[in-house]
């Protein structure tokens, strides 16, 4: 300071300095002095001047600052004050003037920042040294930074925006300021964010990838929510930025399940008195973030989606309970109902979930009719009604199921006769013939919207009947409407003359289009066309154009859409009458005041009915839809002659007949496909059978297995004990058994072993063949008739083989009984012979031993030939249980084969029968060819070979979907 004394000094000093000489020696100092303090003390001396004299320090100052930024980097105090000078320079930060000034000087401040700010960034460095110095934590180079370059993006956004994009790691940097412990840094990074993310969707993606998203919500977390201050306002303003119109940030965000952490922000309180401006001011701002995720205007897939994780995450159903809440600010529940609106838009779960929603009333209410009650309240405030509108409209937004609950309350059938209770449709009635113009205008836009798009609620409608007086019989709500519409004038209403007649107008517009039965209705009514056409023919103010307008496109509706089921009213005959009374010319001028209203282009730009006040409340915004629907065929259809009507009525009566063969043959595939569908069922569930029968043939083989290890097991112990037999054999030789005879006997015993070996092997062949017919039997389905064929033969083989096999073993039978009489006589012999030949010598003792000797012998080989016997006859038994399992596989296999060829029968039908709609539809299509050249020569318009064309090519994706359906056959 003791610089600044010295070159600020007083008189005594010399001649007193200007301030442009002053700050002209702190610059040069700054230039010149090689002492870090001397440069320090200069800067701080021009940080001092700088707010007072913003002029003479940015144009003399602010190359020796930057130079400064670049050279003492090492030293954060010169860096600090080098920052606050060029931010005092740079930003509109004022000190108090006169109230006279004020206006001026606030307008040089701006432009003398842009100017300092445009000679700043020309040197890109500069930004990038700015981002550089941000990633300092000292918090007197930190928190300057932040301020000097959200000046500069407040004055330069766009140019500054695109360095930074640029700069590596640019937004990366800026970034890290929502981590900083330093809430002031923190908050000021947050509105630095801002700046930068304005209008920039690509910074806006990289700041989102950045984690920005978890970062913000986290503060709001920590700041309280809906309670925290004004830290969690530019949290959400920042969010706003991020998520406007941008569908990318969008999908990340609803990916990211941040939609979940929204719910808390809404969870208010039973005690909603003493609301702070701040919460209002951030609740507000969270629903308008809602709105954004569900905005009309983004795509249709990106809104659906979000409606869906708002509903599953129970945000739409704390949405709904602040609607219902008591003492809830008017401006909070009005932007509540606005976005409760566009979360159950066109969403069929969320519409039904607020269709279910009541109000905590005695008796409870259905929240829809609380809210209708509002709407047609004239005491409630002009932007709550209109709120409540627009979330009627968003309820019924292409939900038939909605249209259909609102229409079915006017019905005779489902009117509470107790009057306890009232519906909505009684609101729309009552509010359709009050007093207040207003409440008529939104009570028949509502009453439109029932409507909309839902031929079979138009045609309900009509059944609608209103006792008007007591005595008098009751009149239908068609006809109600036109009469209060011929009242015009005649009833005093409170507010815009001609808003009730518009809105029944469009009410009839939207109730007639695309409805014949309606359109006969209306013109039963004698009064109808006559009060059409003179209002048309009249010639009225300015105000009164639009009222000729709507009735002139309520009278071409009627045309356009007449069936000619009445005499006096056919098509020839209105038209005739319009070229009469009105013109033909005139009444298309009439018709074309409706596009160009000031406020028809106006609510065609968004669904939301959004007017500064009641009186702008004209057009609604389906309804413009409509208009431009309409006014070029009705155009058209005034201006033909009544042979091209009859032309065109006998090629709409061939297109309805073509239709209704191709709508027949479109259900006869379907049923078709039913049938294939069912068939293709039956295929799969006798495969589940097969694999079960496999299974069990499995389980069966694997018990003969063990059958056949079990006997292999007697035979190896029977090997074993063979040579104890021939040691028995070669005793009797010994002991004078005649060696031939059971020589001969054995090896007729090794025979049979033979042959039953034989036979085994014959059996494992067998197994074999079972196992290539259960392998073949696997793919019988895809199979064709030869491999069927294949099959039967092997089972004929194998049927065959079996009666050798068992006539083989007959005669093994045979033969075992052969042996076992002969062995019956030797045996015989045996004893003879040796009762006969005494051995001269022995006792009797040792013949009677010998004796013994050769019947235990006997008798062991007695033993072995009863063993064999029953091994015999084991296999046996083994035999008929193999040849019962074989038959049981071929009955199924018998069984499936039929089956099989039954559904070759059944798909082979439907292929004739596709085959003979495809034969007509093409028969179809040369009829239609032969219509269109007729048409193209009698010069038909463009719309309607259009039309042709269209019906042509959905033909053709028939055809396309049949031969794809006959390809997956």
């Known amino acids: 300071m003791n610089f600044l004394r010295g070159v600020m000094g007083g008189q005594s000093a010399g001649p007193q300095h200007t301030e442009a000489e002053t700050i002209q020696k702190l610059c040069d100092r700054v230039a010149s002095s090689t002492l870090l303090d001397d440069r320090r ?18 144009s003399q100052a602010m190359e020796h600052l930057t130079r400064v930024l670049q050279t003492d980097r090492s030293d954060s105090e010169i860096i600090g004050y080098a ?60 928190w300057p930074g932040v301020k000097l370059l959200t000046s500069l993006l407040k004055h330069l956004g766009p140019q500054v925006q695109q360095i930074i994009l640029v700069s590596p790691m640019g937004v990366s940097r800026l970034m890290d300021l929502l981590a900083d412990s330093r809430e002031v840094i923190r908050n000021d990074g947050v509105l630095l964010l801002q700046a930068l993310t304005r209008s920039n969707g690509a910074i806006q993606k990289i700041v989102a990838f950045e984690n920005a998203f978890e970062r913000l919500l986290d503060i709001i977390t920590e700041e309280g929510n809906s309670d925290g201050g004004i830290v969690v306002e530019d ?23 941040y939609i979940q952490r929204m719910k808390p922000w809404f969870e208010v309180g039973d005690e909603n ?48 309970t602040i609607l219902m809440a008591t003492g809830v600010p008017a401006d909070i529940l009005t932007e509540t109902i606005n976005t409760v609106s566009e979360v159950i838009r066109g969403c069929q779960v969320n519409q039904d979930y607020f269709a279910s929603v009541n109000a905590p009333s005695n008796p409870p209410r259905p929240a829809i009719v609380v809210l209708l009650m509002s709407m047609v309240n004239e005491r409630q405030p002009f932007v709550l009604r209109c709120a409540v509108l627009y979330c009627f409209q ?41 007093t207040d113009s207003l409440s008529n205008w939104c009570a028949a836009v509502a009453l439109a919207h029932a409507l909309q798009e839902n031929s079979t609620q138009k045609e309900q409608l009509l059944r609608v009947q209103l006792a008007t007086s007591i005595g008098n019989p009751p009149v239908s709500l068609l006809q109600q409407c036109t009469n209060i519409l011929s009242q015009g004038d005649k009833i005093d209403r409170r ?6 007649r518009v809105g029944l107008l469009m009410l009839l517009c939207t109730w007639l289009s695309n409805c014949p039965i309606a359109v006969t209705h209306f013109l039963h009514n004698s009064a109808n066309v006559p009060f059409l056409t003179g209002q048309i023919a009249e010639n009225l103010g300015e105000e009164e154009q639009l009222v000729q307008g709507l009735c002139a496109l309520l009278l071409g509706i009627s045309i356009y859409f007449n069936d000619n089921s009445l005499e006096s009213y056919m098509k020839e005959k209105l038209k005739q009458l319009i070229e009469k009374r009105i013109g033909k010319e005139n009444f ?132 074993k004990d063979s040579p104890h037999h021939g040691s028995s054999n070669g005793g009797a030789q010994v002991n004078g058994i005649p060696p031939e005879e059971i020589g001969r006997l054995r090896e007729e015993i090794e025979e049979l072993k033979s042959n039953q070996e034989l036979l085994r092997s014959q059996l494992a062949e067998k197994d074999s063949l079972i196992e290539n017919l259960k392998s073949s039997q696997t793919s019988l389905d895809t199979n064709e008739a030869t491999a069927s064929a294949r099959d039967s033969e092997q089972i004929a083989e194998l049927k065959q083989e079996l009666a050798t096999l068992k006539s083989q073993l007959n005669s093994k039978s045979v033969e075992i009984t052969k042996l076992q009489t002969e062995k019956q006589e030797l045996l015989q012999k045996i004893e003879v012979f040796s009762q006969s030949v005494p051995v001269p010598g022995e006792s009797e003792t040792i013949v009677a031993a010998k004796a013994t000797d050769v019947e235990g012998r006997l008798s062991a080989l007695l033993q072995e030939t009863k063993e064999l016997k029953n091994e015999i006859k084991a296999l046996s038994e083994e035999r008929t249980a193999i040849k019962e399992q074989l038959d049981s596989s071929n009955s199924t296999i018998v069984i499936l084969q039929n089956e099989k060829n039954q559904l070759e029968v059944n798909i082979t039908d439907s292929k004739k029968e596709q085959d003979d709609l495809l034969v007509l539809l093409a028969d179809q299509d040369q009829k239609i060819l032969s219509l269109k050249h007729k048409l193209k020569e009698l010069g038909h318009p463009d719309e309607e070979e259009d039309e042709l064309e269209s019906i042509d090519q959905d033909d053709e994706d028939d055809e396309d979907e049949v031969g794809n359906n006959q390809r997956d056959n």
């Not at 507010?495 to 009730?500: A, E, N, V």
């Open 83 to 142: 920052l606050d000078t060029l931010y005092n320079i740079i930003s509109n930060d004022e000190e108090e003037v006169d109230d006279i000034e004020e206006e001026n000087s606030t307008r040089q401040s701006e432009d003398l920042g842009s100017q300092f700010t445009e000679i700043f960034i020309k040197q890109q460095e500069n930004v990038t040294l700015l981002l550089s110095l941000l990633e300092e934590f000292d918090f007197h180079v930190r």
């Open 273 to 320: 008195s003493g609301w702070s401006a701040q919460k209002v001011t951030n609740l507000h701002l969270m629903l308008q973030l809602v709105r954004v995720l569900v905005s009309p205007t983004n795509p249709p897939g990106a809104t659906s989606s979000c409606q869906k994780a708002m509903f599953q995450c129970g945000l739409l159903q704390q949405l709904c």
């Open 41 to 58: 003390n200069a800067v701080r001396a021009l940080k001092s001047l700088s707010k007072k004299y913003r002029l003479e320090v940015g």
């Open 235 to 257: 949290c959400l303003i920042l969010l706003q930025n991020l998520l406007k119109n941008n569908n990318s940030n969008q999908n990340f965000f609803k990916e990211g399940s």
């Open 394 to 434: 968003c309820f019924l937004y292409k939900n038939q199921k909605g249209q259909g609950e609102i229409v079915s309350t006017l019905l005779p059938s489902t009117i509470d006769a107790t009057g306890n209770s009232v519906s909505a449709g009684q609101l729309l009635c009552g509010g359709l013939f009050s």
């Open 588 to 719: 298309i001028e009439k018709l074309g005041f409706i596009s160009k209203h000031e406020l028809y282009s106006r609510a065609s730009q968004k669904p939301q009915p959004n007017f500064p006040s009641p009186e702008c409340m004209i057009f609604d915004h389906e309804f413009t839809k409509l208009v431009k629907e309409l006014e070029g065929v009705i155009t058209k259809a005034i201006y033909k002659s009544s042979e091209e009507d009859k032309k065109e009525e006998e090629v709409k009566k061939t297109l309805e007949q073509h239709d209704s063969i191709v709508t027949h043959y479109k259900n006869m595939i379907r049923e078709q496909d039913l049938q294939l569908e069912e068939l293709k069922q039956q295929i799969s569930t006798l495969k589940c059978q097969n694999e079960q029968l496999q299974t069990a043939v499995t389980q069966q083989a694997s018990q003969i297995q063990q059958h056949k290890d079990q006997y292999n097991l007697l035979k190896v112990q029977l090997g």
């Open 495 to 500: 507010g815009s003359k001609i808003q009730t």
